[in-house]
């Protein structure tokens, strides 16, 4: 739930404050970089999607090696992420990025956490059109299952995080990106406290 918080609120900050194009929802950079082809789009969006895709595709690789290779805990890779959103939002908030190349830096650090994230778990944290097709397939059949409330939590808390996200960028824009990075560490500190608790 707190992941899915933020990736809502990342795919918010990076829409509204970065440029247009999403740092996790590829799919939408995707037909983004379709119509940028086409000469429909907006001026500059094909380099910002294909630095998305780059950076969330680093990122997916990244998390790989990390889980697969050198056994990291979730923990670890989860503490990766964390810090990226971290950067981001003491960049942003400190009124740092000034220019566009900036602005593509902002974007690279938020998509390459992203990436992370999106392969850091079995369903991916990103991966919401199929979750929500998954869930209306189960309500039309009658068909259910025990862990359904978690999957409407999960849908519902992309919604949130992108409404919290879109409330501080109207109220108090230098703090917008942080609010992807609260509930990324609240989810880091799920995954260590116990395992500290249960050390004692």
Known sequence: MLLSTASGAADAFVFICVGQVFAGVMT????????????????GVALRVVTALVAYGCGVACGAWMSERLRYRLSVILLVEVALLAAGAVVWGLDLVTSDRGRLGLLAVIALAMGIQ????????????????????????GTLREGDGWVIGRLLAVVAGAAVTALAVRLWPGTAAVVAAVPAAGALLVEVVPRRASWQ
């Open 28 to 43: 939408g950079n995707l037909v983004l970089l379709g119509v940028s082809a086409a000469g429909a789009g907006e001026d």
């Open 118 to 141: 999106g392969r850091i778990r079995p369903t991916p944290t990103n991966y919401f059109t199929g979750t929500l097709t998954s869930l209306v397939s189960r309500v039309a059949l």
